[in-house]
Each structure stands twice: as C-alpha cells, then as structure tokens.
C-alpha cells in the first residue's frame, strides 16, 4: 500500500497537467456554431448553377476554456452536420441463371435432344441491395454521394435524419473521381456548407458522418485529425488527391462527409486502406473544392470536362535526376507527346522537364495532373521546362481530354540475359500491335530482386533508348549496354502499352 501512493499522486498530477496544458492550447480556437448548412442562411447563386449554402456566423469569438467546453465544441459541430447526412440504398435486378439436368454433360446434349441453338435458360430475377452515404449540398436536394456507391443501379434511394424514404435519381456520375451526384424532391432539407479544402491543414480535427456496416448505425460519428494531404497513387480513381484521416471510416461510410470543426464539408468519405476490410486508421476523401468542381458540371452541363495538354508525365528521383543532370529531383519529366495536341503544337518533347505552371514550381506529376484537369478546355495557360539544361517558356492552350481508347497489351518475347533483366528482339507482330515507332527490344523479364524491378521496370516493356542513345535494333542495344560496369547509372526510355516512361538505377 505503501509503495502505491506515490504512484497515484504521481498519475493525479500527470491528468492536471494534461488538463491545463489542453485548456492553454484551445483557449485561443474560435468556432462558429449557429447556422451552419443551415438552409434559412444567405445562398450563393450560380446562374444558373447549384445554390450552395453559405455559411452564417452569428458567434464569432467562442474561446474553449475548459474540457467541458471543448466537449461542447465537438458536440455543436456534430448536431449541426448530422441532418445534412443521408443513408443511400440501391437496389439492381439481376437475372440467376436456372440449371438444367442436361448441364451435367455439356451443351451437347442440347443439340442430341432435339434443342439446337438453344437460348441460355434464364432463372428468377433477384434484387440486389446496395448501401452508402451521401450529404444533402443545396436546400432543393441535391446530394454528393460516390460512383460505387450508386454505379449500376436500377433504383436509388434515401433516407433522411428525420427518417423520410425519398426516391433519387441520378443526376450525373464521374468515375474518375469517383463522384456523384443524385436529386431527391423534398421540402425542409438542410444542406451543408461547402468549405474550401485547400485551407485544411494536417492535424486539424475533422468528423466523419455516415451509415457504416449498415443502416441500423446510420450517422454513426466519429472523430480524428487530417493525417495527410495530397495523397495520390492509391489506386482508387484516375483522379487522386484524397485527404488522409484516422476518424473511424468502415464500409458503408462512402459518400459521406468528412466536416471540419466549422461544420464545413472539406471531403466526401471514399475508402480505406485495410488488410482486414475494416477499420485500421487510414481513410481517404476526395477534397471538398475538387467535389464542388465536378458536381457544378455535372449539375450545369450534364458531364465534367477537362482540360487536356497532351502528354504522359512521372515523378522524377534521385536517380533520374542524376542521369539528367538536374539540380533537384522536381518537376515533371515528359513521357509521351500525343500527336497534334496542345503539347505538340507547343513544341514540348519527350525528355523535357516542366518546372513551373502559370508561374507556380511543379513539384510533382500527380499535382501538374490534377492542376490541368481542373482548368476548362480553352485555357491559355504559360510553362516553363527544361531541355538539355535550357529553360524555355510556352503558351498553350488546353484542349478537351479525349474519351480513352484502348491500349495494345504489353509484347512477350524470347529471353536473353541482359543487366538485371531479360530482352529480346521485337518481333513483327509485336511491332505491328504496338504501332509505328514502337522500339526494337522488348524486355521478357525482370528480377525481382534487382534494382531494375525496384525501380519499376516491367516485363513488356520495349526500350526506346539506352542512355539517351535510341536503340534501333537489337544489337544496338547490345552494343549500348556491354561496356557497363557494375555500380553505373542506367537510364532508360521506355514504351509501355503505348506511353513513354523513364527509368534510372545503378547496376
């Protein structure tokens, strides 16, 4: 008993502690409580556009002093937030196809008793039943919502926080960001107020609200901090800039929001990252300002354009940097050059580095990517890029991205060692499917313990150049790669299922 004292006076002070240092940390936060999505405030008209929300501070200096204020903080956030949320079920016909005795042996049997060219036997239709989330964004019933969420669907559907069925439909979708938008006719709805996700900060607290694991737990909240921002490469749209969060996002929670503590939308809730399928502390969505964009167009013009420059461009490394004789591992390398695009007609080539964009330092290829999508086909917009160590300005103006077309499937070829992967002559009818221009030797396999395979070269690929040299056929590569000494930098060009990509490692 003795020896436990100490212990627990120790812990006592420890909590007091806590408790003061959080009361000095948030006595200087300010919050604005009232009027928040609220519909009775002030509306932004877009002529013709969605009328969002505004917001209507009517507290304007809310100090938190206390733990019990800060409880309170959180608890006026969420009230506010709840009603803008809404739980979407689909519902999809399917067809089950019947089975047949005669199944068992094959469809000929079809043919031996006497049914030729039969029809597949169709069996009950059944309803498949869908489930996610979605915020109420304008007071006539326009909601943002993800594409999965509501991709397929025969019938749409909501449930209000005042447990009003209203039926939905479809007012637009864009896959690639993964982005809805759904319409429901209704009185006394209570849109939430669009806040502007570029100011959001890592570590500012955030609330996800939506239906997860199912609607007996519609508008479960949770609370957590912006873990991160910009993340992209994660594999879930073409699009990707997702604002990273630890509040607890499970299935079911697609669609809905992530609010910030003003009550703002600053993200629809897309998915997580999980081993298991649920919960681990990583979740992502798509930033608020990139949600407005797509869902005025949707709204306004029936589908989402985008601007279009014309060429393929990755991240540049230590390695690439080095090989190109680069002061910084920045920017975006050029990949590929569409023909007769806005790129071509500028003058931009495989090879050049672009450093800045409307006068602003591109870090980054993802950023650069986003940043021309974003802006309307027609925009005049100024670059600047490097080629051989000379920096070049252009103007150019975007065109519109065009809708995808299919890409001839990676060459295959017979081995021969080379480095820390296998290549091969490119035969002609590799050659004839991947187009004109499409290189003289395709790489059949790659070690995957190797810096080549750690760099990102793949089985398929067909080399281009070795070195900045062009590789015109089979022994030239040869001839580009014997002298190599262990411990030398290798730079690739490669064309991968119809894009030109660099690559750089040390043998």
Do not use: C
């Amino acid at each position: 008993m003795m020896n436990r004292k100490p212990s627990t006076m120790k812990s006592l002070l420890l909590v007091l502690a806590g408790i003061a240092i959080g009361a000095l940390v948030f006595s200087n936060l300010e919050f604005s409580f009232s009027g928040f999505g609220s519909g009775s405030g002030k509306e932004l008209s877009l002529s013709g556009g969605p009328r969002y929300a505004e917001a209507k501070n009517t507290i304007e200096d809310y100090p938190v002093q206390s733990l019990r204020s800060f409880n309170e903080a959180f608890v006026q956030i969420a009230e506010s937030a709840t009603p803008s949320v809404v739980t979407v079920y689909t519902e999809k016909t399917v067809s089950r196809r019947m089975m047949s005795p005669f199944d068992f042996f094959g469809h000929q049997f079809d043919d031996f008793f006497g049914f030729p060219g039969m029809e597949p036997r169709e069996g009950r239709k059944q309803i498949q039943q869908g489930l996610g989330s979605g915020v109420i964004v304008t007071d006539d019933g326009y909601i943002l919502t993800n594409n999965h969420v509501i991709d397929g669907a025969d019938a749409v559907f909501i449930r209000t926080s005042d447990n009003r069925r209203l039926d939905a439909r479809v007012i637009g979708t864009d896959p690639k960001t993964d982005l809805a938008v759904i319409k429901v006719t209704a009185r006394n709805l209570k849109p939430i107020v669009l806040g502007d996700s570029d100011r959001l900060r890592v570590g500012e607290w955030v609330i996800a609200i939506g239906s997860p694991l199912g609607e007996n737990l519609a508008r479960t909240v949770t609370q957590g901090i912006v873990s991160a921002k910009g993340r992209a490469n994660v594999g879930l749209a073409d699009y990707e800039d997702f604002i990273q969060t630890d509040a607890a996002i499970n299935p079911g929670n697609s669609g809905g929001p992530l609010v910030n503590i003003n009550g703002e939308l600053v993200g629809i809730n897309t998915a997580i990252a999980s081993r298991t399928g649920g919960f681990e502390g990583i979740g992502f969505a798509v930033p608020s300002n990139m949600a407005r964009k797509v869902m005025t167009a949707l709204i306004t013009k029936g589908k989402v354009t985008r601007g279009y420059l014309g060429v393929s461009i990755q991240d540049i490394d230590d390695n690439l940097a080095k090989a190109m004789q680069l002061e910084r591992a920045e920017g975006a390398l050029v990949g590929t050059v569409v023909a007769r695009s806005p790129a071509a007609a500028a003058g931009i080539a495989t090879g050049d580095v672009i450093t800045t964009f409307n006068g602003a330092p591109v870090k980054g290829s993802v950023e650069l990517r986003n940043t021309i999508a974003g802006l309307a086909p027609g925009t005049e917009v100024l670059l600047t890029f490097l080629r051989e160590g000379m920096k070049r300005t252009v103007r150019v103006r975007l065109g519109q991205q065009p809708a995808p077309e299919a890409i001839a499937p990676g060459a295959q070829g017979e081995a021969n060692r080379a480095l820390w992967f296998t290549a091969a002559p490119l035969t002609t009818d590799q050659a004839r499917n991947l187009g004109p221009g499409s290189g003289h030797v395709v790489i059949t396999s790659v070690d995957q313990s190797g810096n080549a395979y750690r760099a990102g070269l793949r089985k398929g690929d067909v080399i281009l150049a070795v070195n900045r040299k062009p590789v015109d056929s089979f022994a030239a590569f040869g001839t580009a790669v014997r002298n190599l000494k262990e411990g030398e930098l290798l730079f690739l060009l490669v064309n991968r299922q119809g894009n030109k990509i660099y690559f750089a490692f040390n043998l």
